[in-house]
């Protein structure tokens, strides 16, 4: 069955520092992976995708995300986090969109924390 | 394109009321979602369209919840006889089928409180 794992609930980053999130999935074929974000109160806002080619990917808000199939990873990272990434962070695989009832799997969510 | 639209925001009901919830897809996207998130946790799938056609329904949490897109555009997620348990954010996605293209747009969602 398909599942995304998100080991870390919470992480805390410094204002300036680098940050890695990180994700594992299981899933049979070639995944399409997302990375979406969610602000308090909003709903989730796609940061990034991989469905093919190029496994490192960038995405907006300055993030990219790269696709290791030996690991089955697509980590999220950004050089500098600012203070308005502090938000929470899910991790999502899709089917095929050749297949009926393509849909998300997401992952439990990180959220991020910015300190000054 | 104004983006995917739900109404209401938020829907506080008693417990055993019905509720249902709407939402308007970015206007060219033929295909269209509902998952349910609860507090902790990420999105959870519930069903899904392809134009009026619901192509995929086994998700729907009991046979108390029902959704429709009778035109293939806007859609209605209905919970009958709410339970405490039902409480959560009820969101809607759209996305158009391009390719292998399955990016998918949210809308901010519906909050429900049973109490």
């Known amino acids: 069955a398909q599942s995304v794992t998100q080991p870390d609930i919470h992480i805390t980053v410094s204002e300036g520092a680098s940050l890695e999130l990180r994700c594992n999935y299981s899933y049979g074929a070639t995944p399409y992976l997302f990375w979406y974000v969610q602000s308090p109160g909003q709903g989730l806002q796609l940061l990034l995708k991989y469905f093919s080619g190029d496994t490192l990917v960038q995405g907006i808000k300055g993030f990219e995300a790269e696709f290791k199939r030996s690991q089955s990873s697509f980590n999220l990272r950004k050089p500098s986090v600012h203070w308005s990434d502090a938000a929470e962070y899910f991790c999502?695989?899709?089917?095929?969109?050749?297949?009926?009832?393509?849909?998300?799997?997401f992952g439990k969510g990180t959220t991020l924390s910015v300190s000054s | 394109d104004t983006g995917v639209s739900q109404n209401p925001r938020h829907k506080i009901t008693k417990r055993g009321q019905n509720v249902t919830f709407r939402c308007d897809p970015i206007s060219e996207h033929n295909r269209l979602y509902w998952y349910r998130q609860t507090l902790g946790q990420g999105p959870e799938f519930l069903t899904y369209f392809q134009n009026e056609a619901q192509l995929e329904k086994s998700r729907l949490l009991s046979d108390r919840f029902s959704a429709e897109r009778p035109k293939g555009s806007f859609s209605t997620l209905e919970i009958q006889r709410t339970e405490q348990g039902d409480s959560a954010m009820y969101l809607c996605?759209?996305?158009?089928?391009?390719?292998?293209?399955?990016?998918?747009?949210f809308g901010q969602g519906t909050r429900l409180t049973v109490v």
């Open positions: 996605a759209s996305s158009k089928r391009t390719g292998e293209n399955t990016e998918a747009f």
């Open positions: 999502a695989v899709g089917a095929s969109a050749n297949q009926a009832g393509t849909a998300l799997i």
